[in-house]
Structure formats: structure tokens, C-alpha cells
């Protein structure tokens, strides 16, 4: 008996350090887009173990309108909507940065929610889920403010903002630095958002500043590039 007790017990010590060797990374809940958009949902996996893996990434759930389209890519290369999962290799210590799952948004208002699984490959049960939301709202279409051989970027939307703001962006030049300052009316910096190279999005969450004017400066390897102006309204 006692035997079948530690034989046990290394079973799920054996369990627990594989569900300790991935995790998910920087995980967000919630995103939106207008109509006719093309949205880019990130799915970042690390491999926290010390050896190579290759792992299974599922949509576990989630339907689209009919006129809508969901499919996986890999960077610029995409796969066919059909294909619900597909395994990947990741080296000790990777971050997988250039995956994402892409919405076609239709011409239809609507909320999706999608259910994502990520486990190792043969080993189901030790998977990791995340779910996300995602709001299709109408709103103009988004005007590019600034353009250059390394980053091209959209105007904050939507503007006025209650909760949350997003503004769109896609950098060329791996080896420069984007950021977003929030400023207020008198100039002082309130807010600090990094915009990484492997996203395409930042989030600017305004739900703690009172309503009134303010503005954001896009920064270039912390040379200011664009200012515009930001309305809070409550």
C-alpha cells in the first residue's frame, strides 16, 4: 500500500512540474474593433521549462457570425479558417511573439468570446485556457497620423473615451523603441504605456481620469514624434 501511495504521489509531483514549464504571457481579456476591420488577437506562450517542447495551441470555443472570419497566423503567414489548432515548437526560455489569432469583424455589431487551450503535445490534461472577448462596434474608420520607414500609426480610438482607448500601430525596425505618454492639460506626464514591437495595439486605460482634455505624444527611441489630443468623458 504504501508503494501505490508514493508511486501516487510522484505522479503528481510529475504533473505539477509539467503544468509548471509553460504559461501563458501577457494576457488581456478584452479587445475591440470597428466593422470591416481585420483585428490581431496575440496568443503569447512561454516555455518556462529547460528544454524544448512542442505544444498544442487549440480554439477550444467560439463562433463567429456569419459574416464574420477567425483563422491563426504565424507572423504574416496565416492558415485556413478550418484549422481550429496546431502545434508549435518552443526553445527553453521563448517567448512565442508572433502568433495571433485574426478576426475578419464583418459588417454586423456584435460580442464574440473565444476559448483558447494551450497544453504539450500528447498531454491534454495538463493544458492552460484563456478566454477573451472581443466587441465589434461601429466607429469611423481609423485615420493614420504618422507614417516612416519604421512604424506606421493610427489615431486613439475611440475619442472621446469612458473606459478605454486603443491606438493601432505596426513597427519595421525591430531595433527601435515606441512608447505612448499621457500628458495633461498643463503638460505634466500621467501615463506611460510601452508599445512592444511584436504587438500591433496599445491599450490606454482611462477609466481613473476625470473627464476633461488631455493628450498623448508617441516617442521614437524617446524622441516625440506625433501629439494629439485626448477627451475623457464620463
Given at each position: 500500500m504504501k508503494r501505490i501511495v508514493l508511486v501516487a504521489l510522484l505522479f503528481a509531483v510529475g504533473l505539477s512540474a509539467w503544468a509548471q514549464e509553460?504559461?501563458?504571457s501577457d494576457r488581456e481579456e478584452s479587445f475591440?474593433?470597428?466593422?470591416?476591420?481585420?483585428?490581431?488577437?496575440?496568443?503569447?506562450i512561454k516555455n518556462t521549462s529547460s528544454r524544448a517542447r512542442f505544444f498544442i495551441i487549440r480554439k477550444a470555443q467560439g463562433d463567429l457570425g456569419s459574416?464574420?472570419?477567425?483563422?491563426?497566423?504565424l507572423g504574416d503567414d496565416c492558415f485556413d479558417p478550418g484549422l481550429d489548432q496546431f502545434s508549435k515548437r518552443i526553445e527553453p526560455g521563448e517567448i512565442l511573439t508572433n502568433l495571433y489569432f485574426a478576426v475578419e469583424t464583418g459588417l454586423i455589431t456584435t460580442l464574440n468570446s473565444f476559448r483558447f487551450e494551450v497544453f504539450p503535445r500528447g498531454n491534454p490534461a495538463l493544458g492552460l485556457e484563456h478566454t477573451f472577448s472581443l466587441a465589434v462596434d461601429e466607429k469611423p474608420a481609423k485615420s493614420l497620423v504618422f507614417q516612416s520607414k519604421d512604424i506606421t500609426i493610427h489615431d486613439i480610438y475611440p475619442n472621446p473615451v469612458v473606459d478605454q482607448a486603443f491606438i493601432d500601430y505596426r513597427i519595421y525596425n525591430e531595433?527601435?523603441?515606441?512608447?505612448?505618454?499621457?500628458?495633461?492639460?498643463?503638460?505634466?506626464?500621467?501615463?506611460h504605456h510601452d508599445m512592444?514591437?511584436?504587438?500591433?495595439?496599445?491599450?490606454?486605460?482611462?477609466?481613473?481620469?476625470s473627464s476633461g482634455v488631455y493628450f498623448y505624444t508617441v516617442y521614437l527611441d524617446n524622441v516625440g514624434v506625433l501629439t494629439r489630443k485626448l477627451v475623457v468623458r464620463k
Open positions: 509553460f504559461e501563458w475591440q474593433a470597428g466593422l470591416g476591420q481585420t483585428i490581431r488577437i496575440p496568443i503569447r459574416n464574420q472570419k477567425g483563422y491563426f497566423c531595433s527601435i523603441k515606441a512608447k505612448v505618454v499621457i500628458h495633461n492639460i498643463l503638460g505634466s506626464p500621467i501615463g512592444p514591437v511584436f504587438e500591433t495595439k496599445v491599450k490606454i486605460q482611462a477609466d481613473e481620469l
